[in-house]
């Protein structure tokens, strides 16, 4: 049988098995190997275990392909941009019988549709979630608050940033409430940023109306 590997390194694989064993697998024949009674053992629960492995990489296809019906996922517009759309190809992916409908909307209107029972469930940031209460929920992933600045910009040549850099110009994203989010991190402090420019917020409702 053709392994695409080369005669030196087979022979150093079962080499270092045998070691790792404490036991010979081969006995070498001048015309070639043979198993030992201890290879036999060997071999035997290697094909029990090679079996079950392919069954285990097989039993979650079967099963997820065997699951039918619809998901309501809600998600925030930010979510929708920059998260969702590789984790929905792939949960297609896995399980290509069941459908996902999927809304868009504010956080005011995901939580509302959340306890209504009107979605089953939501992807949104939850810096700001309001109704933590009456809505469970769990952290998927973090994102750690970046500063975007032109390639010339003073403050990049500064080892760190402060908000005490907040006198400088600074453009306000307001989508999904980011603005009152970054908003708490200067309350903290006795600076506030001076905003130049403020981002639309997003104004659709629930139908993309």
Same mark, same amino acid.
């Given at each position: ?6 005669q ?28 030992t009674?201890?290879? *036999? ?25 065997s ?26 992916r896995a399980?290509?019988? %069941?459908?996902?409908?999927? &809304? ?10 959340? %306890? ?9 940031? %939850? ?8 809505i ?15 390639t ?21 994203? &307001?989508?999904?409430?980011?603005s ?10 006795p600076?506030?940023?001076?905003? %130049?420019?403020?981002?639309?917020? *997003?104004g ?6």
């Amino acid at each position: 049988m053709e392994l695409n590997v080369s005669q030196s390194a087979v022979t150093a694989a079962i080499k270092g098995l045998e070691e790792l064993l404490e036991v010979r697998l081969f006995e070498r024949l001048p015309n070639g190997v043979s198993l030992t009674y201890e290879g *036999h053992q060997f071999l035997a629960h290697a094909r029990h275990i090679a079996a079950a492995v392919d069954e285990a990489v097989q039993f979650p296809r079967r099963a997820n392909e065997s699951l039918e019906g619809i998901v309501r996922l809600a998600v925030s517009y930010t979510v929708a941009g920059y998260f969702l759309p590789p984790y929905l190809a792939r949960f297609a992916r896995a399980f290509p019988n %069941i459908e996902v409908q999927l &809304t868009e909307s504010d956080r005011q209107n995901l939580e509302e549709g959340l %306890i209504s029972g009107e979605f089953d469930m939501a992807v949104m940031l %939850i810096s700001n979630l309001v109704n933590q209460e009456d809505i469970g929920y769990e952290t998927l992933i973090r994102s750690r608050r970046r500063l975007w600045l032109c390639t010339d910009h003073p403050l990049l040549l500064q080892p760190s940033v402060s908000l005490k850099d907040a006198e400088e110009p600074y453009i306000m994203l &307001t989508v999904d409430e980011a603005s009152n989010t970054a908003q708490k991190y200067w309350n903290r402090t006795p600076y506030r940023p001076t905003v %130049i420019f403020r981002t639309i917020g *997003h104004g659709r409702s629930r139908d993309g109306g």
